[in-house]
């Protein structure tokens, strides 16, 4: 790889570290909107009760389904810096594994939160649908999405992002000859870009649906990464498996 300056890189790693740290608590680091005195007054009036407290709807899920693709740039990122600690033929023999074991469990962990934002999305297009009871508590639970608070996030996360990716070109500029790397960086970026520009597209009260969409994608497009990784891990786990049988021959 050349010259690595070691630096750079470990702060990329604190980087990405903190993208996924800040993605992971976005449903604490923001909230929903109280709800309006007349929409409480209808649903009284229709029989619904939601006036147990302030009226509040989740952050949505887009944000920390984000987390979903950028836990394989943490994982990447992470590789990296082992190489800086580890002897290339030390690295080599548990790398494969280990990429097989996290690939595993990222399919099997978007697999099960792909399964729960479908579930969502259905009862929500199904309560906004059914006018006027449904729509009502459509509402009183998605209806209020933190377009700004959201927004401040993803800006946040974004600019994290673009840091991550000017320390690794610091930190090796050769890094941009790893397509994989560099079809990461442009996934994660662009995934980030669509969710803030749903969270635009449509009036507030059917944002929570589009982002609900988002996470969806951002699902699917692990479970793909993650197939990638698996895939890419058995060359790896190959080489060192005859490494390891030649050894006593030799």
């Known amino acids: ?18 993208v996924v740290l800040v993605e992971l608590g976005s449903s ?3 909230g929903g909107g109280d709800a309006t005195g007349a929409l409480r007054a209808n649903a009284l009036d229709l029989g619904v009760d939601v006036d147990a407290g302030a009226i509040s709807e989740p952050s949505g899920r887009g944000t920390s389904y984000l987390a979903l693709i950028d836990v394989v740039a943490l994982w990447t990122t992470g590789l990296f810096c082992l190489s800086l600690v580890l002897p290339e033929r030390v690295q080599g023999r548990i790398q ?3 990429t097989l074991i996290f690939s595993i469990l990222l399919i099997l962990a978007s697999l099960v939160l792909l399964i729960i934002a479908f579930v969502e999305l259905t009862i929500m297009v ?3 649908l059914a006018v006027p009871f449904g729509t009502l508590a459509y509402l009183a639970l998605w209806g209020f999405f933190p377009v700004g608070e959201a927004s401040l996030l993803l800006g946040l996360v974004l600019l994290l992002k ?3 990716v000017a320390l690794l070109l610091l930190a090796q500029p050769r890094f941009l000859q790893n397509k994989g790397l560099v079809l990461l960086a442009l996934t994660t970026l662009l995934c980030t870009v669509v969710l803030e520009f749903l969270h635009r597209l449509v009036p507030v009260i059917v944002v929570s649906i589009l982002d609900d969409v988002g996470a969806l ?3 699917i497009v692990a479970i793909i990464w993650g197939l990638v990784l698996l895939i890419g891990s058995i060359p790896a786990i190959v080489k060192s498996l005859r490494v390891t049988v030649a050894a006593p021959t030799r």
């Open 1 to 18: 790889m050349g010259e690595l300056r070691k630096p750079f890189l470990l702060l990329a790693l604190v980087a990405v570290t903190l």
């Open 28 to 30: 604490l680091l923001t």
């Open 96 to 98: 494969g594994l280990a």
């Open 126 to 128: 199904s309560l906004f």
């Open 162 to 164: 673009l840091v991550w």
């Open 217 to 219: 994608v951002f699902a």
